[in-house]
């Protein structure tokens, strides 16, 4: 059996939901001293568009919700009463995620089979912060630690984060698992980074073929699972 499950973290571990459309923003509306000066309505705009932009664009390196902050307060001439890394720290509190169904089930498996598991995760919020979110929402973990991508400037399916996840864990890739809800990002990622094995933890149902724009997508191997009831099953059955 295998000894490391590295786990995705945004509808993986916990949901994606959000309190506003404007989420990504509240904290500069927050701390803004100028608002009679700003239109928010279209820096939630310059917000939607840059992050469309920079996602839709399947860049490999990362950049930080700093940066994100930055660009805005530049583009928009806000001022602030705080620095803008403080705001960075404030943008998760306008989301709002539930534990993803099933996954305590999981967890209390791999304890039970001394099973070492952490989250290796894109994302350009802080990690303490997105970590304190996993262990609020998802009580009695043994997640040994996360490691964003912003953290490190790289981010899946570039396997050099994968490869210094496995780094922090001690772990060769021959021995581990990952489990996450993107084809290209998890399952393509840890192929390329030689994973064991990879889990599709596919819940929203989408299709194979729905990535076929990006290069090498039909080159990876993977266990395709809708809910984590037939993802502790396979590892029941599979012993992966």
Request: aromatic share 16%; net charge negative.
């Amino acid at each position: 059996m295998n000894k490391y499950v590295f786990f995705d973290c945004w509808d993986t571990v916990i949901s994606f939901k959000e309190k506003t459309k404007s989420w990504n923003t509240e904290c500069l509306k927050r701390h803004c001293t100028n608002l009679s000066e700003v239109d928010f309505n279209q820096v939630e705009g310059l917000a939607s568009e840059f992050l469309k932009q920079y996602y839709f664009s399947f860049n490999e390196y990362e950049i930080t919700a700093k940066q994100f902050l930055t660009y805005l307060v530049l583009n928009s001439n806000i001022k602030l009463d705080c620095s803008i890394e403080h705001c960075t720290h404030d943008i998760l509190s306008h989301l709002c995620p539930d534990m993803v169904p099933g996954l305590d089930k999981l967890l209390s498996y791999l304890d039970d089979n001394c099973i070492y598991y952490a989250i290796l995760s894109n994302t350009i919020y802080d990690d303490q912060d997105t970590f304190d979110l996993v262990n609020k929402l998802v009580p009695n973990n043994h997640f040994r630690f996360f490691l964003g991508s912003a953290k490190i400037g790289v981010k899946k399916p570039n396997p050099l984060f994968f490869e210094t996840g496995l780094q922090v864990a001690g772990a060769k890739s021959s021995e581990a698992i990952y489990i996450g809800d993107s084809y290209i990002a998890d399952v393509l990622g840890s192929n390329r980074a030689k994973f064991s094995s990879s889990i599709w933890l596919n819940s929203k149902n989408k299709k194979k073929n729905d990535y076929n724009f990006y290069s090498g997508f039909n080159q990876a191997s993977y266990f395709e699972c809708h809910n984590y009831d037939e993802v502790t099953n396979l590892f029941k059955k599979k012993g992966i």
